[in-house]
């Protein structure tokens, strides 16, 4: 498997690249030891034919109250590393969203919740990590009252 784990910093127009590694724990390392830079590891195969590691579309999947999946989309594969990519992100949907996505759900209200970053071979797998964060996330906005 020839990857290579490249140092991306900054946003928008003050964006650069840092150092690349050739061990993904050489990287966390770096971004640990540099936590004033804003700075993340992005993944990149070095030769195609020698890389036999997974690739994985990234998914983003929008609930309603009960669970049912409204919408789901994904994203060019991109080589996974469990290290960099092992949590989903939930959030509830804002009432006065206004992404392209919600289009398509009828009325818009429906939508409650949406998980992002879930990489995953397929829609099936998609959903069931997709599932498991929303419920995670939906146990903690209880405990915590909200």
Same mark, same amino acid.
């Not at 003050?14 to 590891?41: C, H, K, L």
């Not at 999946?69 to 960099?84: A, K, M, R």
């Not at 797998?125 to 909200?146: N, Q, Y």
């Given at each position: /498997?020839?990857r290579?784990?490249? @140092?991306?910093t900054?946003?928008?127009?003050?964006?650069?690249?840092?150092?690349?590694?050739?061990?993904?724990?050489?990287?966390?390392?770096?971004?640990?030891? &540099?936590?004033?830079?804003?700075?993340?590891?992005?993944?990149?195969?070095?030769?195609d034919e &020698?890389d036999?590691? *997974?690739?994985?579309p990234?998914?983003?999947?929008?609930?309603? %109250?009960?669970? &049912?999946?409204?919408?789901?989309?994904?994203?060019?594969?991109?080589?996974?590393?469990?290290?960099?990519?092992?949590?989903?992100?939930?959030?509830?949907? *804002?009432?006065?969203? #206004?992404?392209? /996505?919600?289009k398509?759900?009828?009325?818009? &209200?429906?939508?409650? @919740?949406?998980?992002?970053?879930?990489?995953?071979?397929?829609?099936?797998?998609?959903?069931?990590?997709? +599932?498991?964060? %929303?419920?995670?996330?939906?146990? +903690?906005? %209880? #405990?915590?009252? %909200?």
């Amino acid at each position: /498997m020839t990857r290579i784990y490249a @140092i991306h910093t900054g946003s928008y127009s003050d964006q650069g690249w840092g150092p690349v590694f050739s061990t993904i724990e050489r990287a966390q390392t770096y971004v640990a030891q &540099n936590p004033e830079e804003e700075s993340r590891i992005e993944v990149y195969v070095l030769d195609d034919e &020698n890389d036999t590691g *997974p690739s994985y579309p990234g998914w983003r999947l929008i609930f309603d %109250r009960d669970g &049912n999946v409204l919408f789901s989309e994904h994203f060019t594969p991109i080589p996974y590393e469990p290290q960099l990519y092992g949590k989903a992100e939930v959030r509830l949907v *804002p009432a006065d969203a #206004r992404w392209y /996505m919600l289009k398509e759900i009828k009325p818009k &209200n429906r939508a409650h @919740i949406i998980v992002s970053a879930v990489y995953a071979p397929d829609l099936q797998h998609a959903v069931k990590i997709a +599932a498991d964060a %929303r419920t995670i996330f939906l146990a +903690a906005e %209880r #405990r915590s009252g %909200r």
